[in-house]
Structures are given as C-alpha cells and as structure tokens.
C-alpha cells in the first residue's frame, strides 16, 4: 500500500487524488490520500531559503512502519550536493518526498498548466517511488527511471516504467 502525504498547508488534496489514481495504475497497489499535514518548517535552511529533504524523509521514516509513504509539497527541496531536487527517496526504502515547485510553469515565468503539471508530478512521483522499489536511474530516457536534472529532461520521460524496470519493482513488490 503507499499513503500519499501533503507537506505544507497548499498542497491540494484533489491534486493528490489525482496523482493516487495514477500511482495506483503504475505500481499496481492501492494509494491511499492521507488528510494529515506535516510542517516542514523543521526542515527549512535559511542560508539557501530551501528545505532539505533528506530531513523530510528522515521524518516521514518514522510514520507508518507498513506502508510506502509519498511526501507531496510544494516547497523548494535540495540536498547538500545540488542546487535543487524535484525530490528524493530512500533506495530500497519506505519514503520518497516530491515538491510540484519547480514543476509549475510559473516557475519558468509561463503560464499555468494545470494538466502539464499533473503529468510532471505524476513522472516525478513514479520516479520517487521508482527508487523504494529498489529502482536506480535506468538508461532509457523514455522511462520516469531515467535521471533528470531540469524540466526540459523530465518532459521528454513517459510516465510509465520500462519493460526491465516494471519486471524489478514487480519482484520487489513480492519479497
């Protein structure tokens, strides 16, 4: 089972039942919309003015011992290392965490698109989820697998696994 959980007071929770219908498709499992909130504010630097999602999934650790556990938020994430992450998530873990803020075309000075930004978060949040299965970063660029570093990357992935990287998270589904 995975539970999508909101991070922060504007995440909608018609836009989490959307993407749980979509999660739900991909892995094969049912996705669960959570009602309760975190705060991130323990998470927030405010040296770089972003939130560290490593310390997001530290919390979301802690949670729900039985079940996957998706983080949706719309705040700025980065790690040490970059500049920014659309998200992160533990290999072979429990817990991922997705932020839609640098999915949004507002973001990049354009209009708004609702329906790119569902597409967008859904890839990201397969991606994430991608990762507890034991996923790493597949070489076919079509696959949600596949690195992406920038918005112009993750438009060109699909939004449904490979052949060879459904075959793995099947398997790790079943242990």
Do not use: N
């Amino acid at each position: 089972m995975i539970h999508l959980i909101p991070i922060g007071e504007d995440v909608r929770l018609e836009t989490l039942d959307e993407l749980a219908v979509g999660l739900a498709r991909e892995f094969r499992d049912s996705c669960h919309v959570r009602e309760d909130r975190i705060d991130a504010a323990f998470a927030f630097d405010p040296v770089r003015k972003q939130y560290h999602a490593t310390s997001i999934l530290r919390h979301l650790t802690g949670l729900s011992p039985q079940v996957r556990i998706l983080g949706v938020t719309s705040v700025d994430l980065c790690v040490p290392i970059f500049t920014f992450v659309f998200g992160e998530a533990q290999l072979a873990g429990r817990c991922g965490v997705v932020s839609f803020y640098r999915l949004r075309e507002e973001f990049y000075g354009l209009p708004s698109d609702r329906g790119l930004l569902r597409r967008r978060l859904l890839k990201e949040a397969v991606h994430e989820l991608g990762h507890t299965f034991g996923l790493k970063h597949c070489t076919d660029w079509q696959c949600p697998m596949a690195a992406s570093h920038t918005i112009d990357r993750l438009d060109v992935k699909g939004d449904r696994l490979c052949a060879a990287c459904r075959r793995t998270a099947a398997a790790a589904a079943k242990l």
